[in-house]
């Protein structure tokens, strides 16, 4: 089994303008991970610094992932991005070893953000009897301990859509202390969406993209891409046919949001 089937490393191209809305996330990770670097002296000077990990939790599809990596973008550091679920399933006996071999491969870059995604797979209520689980558990929270005291260069993220299922240990100070929320997009959020996913495409000039946030309430970051991808289909799809080459327009939105429900319901 290779490595790559649980960890991914990568310089991220993304960063916070790739992303709409979360403008209140942004800033709190910026305090937490990008300004104890750039304003060292002053973070010094009242005794702070970085190294506390921060676990996003929200309704899925709506930026945790992109979040973690555009902080990695915007920090300049490499992004290693780790399917916990995979480890879980394919690494029982010996898991908490490859914990200890995302955080070596870390430290082998001059900075990096490491990511758990689904972190709940292995320190959730759930998994917390099965033996392997505790094991890794361990691990992940000794390296952590680790990483404050030696290099702070080396900063950790994890996510969750069930924050309420998480072991309580791995909340305690210079762990997961912080929790921050991402939540389904408003409606800016989602104008915002829209502009970032149809800034390059064709589009009506007299479409109103507040009108497609106003109709779009409980869709997902996730599902607002995939409307713009679905939407530009439609006249590209004409076109190849030999019809004519045209902008996208507002009836094609509406094809498309009327036979996609919204994901978000009740979260
Ligand atoms: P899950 O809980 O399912 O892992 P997630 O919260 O990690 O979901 P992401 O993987 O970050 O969700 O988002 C999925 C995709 O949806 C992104 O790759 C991106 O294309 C789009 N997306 C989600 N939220 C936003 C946003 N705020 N701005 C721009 N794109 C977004």
């Known amino acids: 089994i290779s490595k790559s089937d649980f960890v991914l490393k990568e310089i991220p191209k993304i960063g916070f303008d790739d992303i709409g809305g979360l403008n209140d996330v942004k800033e709190d990770i910026r305090k937490a991970m990008i300004y104890p670097f750039t304003h060292k002296e002053l973070y010094q000077h009242y005794g702070q610094k970085a190294g506390e990990g921060i676990l996003l939790y929200g309704p899925p599809g709506c930026g ?19 399917k916990t679920s995979n480890i879980v399933s394919k690494w029982v006996g010996s898991s908490e070893k490859n914990i200890k071999q995302i955080f070596e491969t870390a430290r082998k870059s001059k900075k990096a953000i490491i990511f758990f995604d689904e972190i709940d797979s292995i320190a959730g209520k759930r998994s917390d009897s099965k033996d392997y689980s505790k094991r890794m558990v361990n691990e992940l929270l000794a390296q952590m301990d680790g990483v404050e005291q030696i290099d702070s260069d080396i900063l950790v993220l994890a996510a969750t859509n069930e924050p309420w299922n998480i072991d ?40 109103c993209l507040d009108e497609l946030a106003a109709n779009t309430e409980g869709y997902s970051g996730a599902d607002i891409s995939s409307i713009c991808k679905e939407a530009a289909d439609i006249p590209l799809n004409e076109a190849l046919k030999g019809g004519l080459i045209r902008n996208i327009e507002l009836r094609d939105f509406t094809t498309v949001i009327l036979r996609r429900s919204p994901s978000i319901k009740s979260w």
């Open 64 to 82: 945790k992932t992109l979040m973690a990596k555009a902080a990695a973008k915007e920090c300049d550091a490499e992004f290693i991005n780790v």
């Open 168 to 207: 309580p240990a791995l909340r305690r100070p210079g762990r997961f202390s912080k929790l921050l929320f991402i939540p389904e997009p408003d409606h800016d959020a989602r104008l915002a969406i829209f502009n970032i996913y149809l800034e390059s495409r064709p589009i009506d000039p007299h479409l």
